[in-house]
């Protein structure tokens, strides 16, 4: 049983992170933590230049509230929000924050990642914790 899990979460219709938060909640002991973890990629800089002013700060408010929605719903849940790149921003989220425990979602991969998808394939190879993978 695991006291601080970490579940990446991606706001993709086709992906939804319902399936991990109830491992998540399966596995965890009474007063656990769990974090829902969003990651925003960092855009390039030329790209910036064509949005609002405020579009980022827009939009990282719109995902907490969607996330801090999903976090109501799980015991013991709080939701974060943190930009850079995905799999390094969850594996230092994880070591930083000292969680036993990630679980992440892979899709269906294509050819070029074979079995795991590309975030969750580093998220596994490359955690210092146990990793439980939800398809």
Not at 81 to 99: F, K, M, Y
Not at 118 to 128: E, F
Request: net charge negative; glycine share 6%.
């Amino acid at each position: 049983m695991y006291t601080n899990i970490l579940v990446p979460v991606v706001l993709d219709p086709e992906h939804p992170p319902t399936a991990a938060l109830e491992v998540a909640e399966a596995i965890s002991e009474d007063g656990a933590r769990i974090t829902l973890l969003h990651v925003i990629e960092e855009l390039p800089g030329y790209a910036t230049s064509y949005l609002a002013a405020d579009f980022i700060e827009k939009s990282r408010a719109d995902v907490k509230a969607t996330l801090n929605s999903m976090a109501s719903g799980v015991k013991g849940g709080e939701a974060m929000v943190v930009t850079g790149h995905s799999a390094r921003s969850i594996l230092e989220w994880a070591e930083t924050h000292s969680n036993d425990c990630i679980i992440v979602s892979s899709h269906k991969p294509g050819i070029q990642d074979y079995f795991l998808g590309g975030t969750a394939a580093r998220v596994v190879r490359y955690a210092q914790c146990a990793v439980h993978v939800v398809r």
